[in-house]
Nanobody
């Protein structure tokens, strides 16, 4: 059974950077596409960065394109989310998820992925 654990969240000033990690255990990560999702209070969950099983293909919505970068190290069973140029509207709980979908774009709109992490809080405030 795949288990996902996020880390790296925290409080950062506007314009700052954070790097989130999603560590997997219980199974190898290379069988799954991975997505980072976020949910702010009163808002719907949003897929913000997704990556294919191989890591060669990524997808970003316009809200984060050019600021967020997703990457994966299958040897370390870990996926990363580098977030630069953070804005107050990026404040949310960030979750990683895994599913055996075919494309990162499919992953970022998936309603019920096979596996979720527990989430990590990101707060962007001065």
């Amino acid at each position: 059974q795949l288990q996902l654990v996020e880390s790296g969240g925290g409080l950062v000033q506007p314009g700052g950077s954070l790097r989130l990690s999603c560590a997997a255990s219980g199974s190898t990560l290379d069988a799954y596409a991975i997505g980072w999702f976020r949910q702010a209070p009163g808002k719907e969950r949003e897929g913000v960065s997704c990556i294919s099983k191989s890591g060669r293909v990524t997808y970003y919505p316009d809200s984060v394109k050019g600021r967020f970068t997703i990457s994966r190290d299958n040897a370390k069973n870990t996926v990363y989310l580098q977030m630069n140029g953070l804005k107050p509207e990026d404040t949310a709980v960030y979750y990683c998820a895994a599913d055996a979908v075919r494309t990162p774009q499919s992953m970022c709109v998936i309603k019920r992925p096979g596996y979720w992490g527990q989430g990590t809080q990101v707060t962007v405030s001065s």
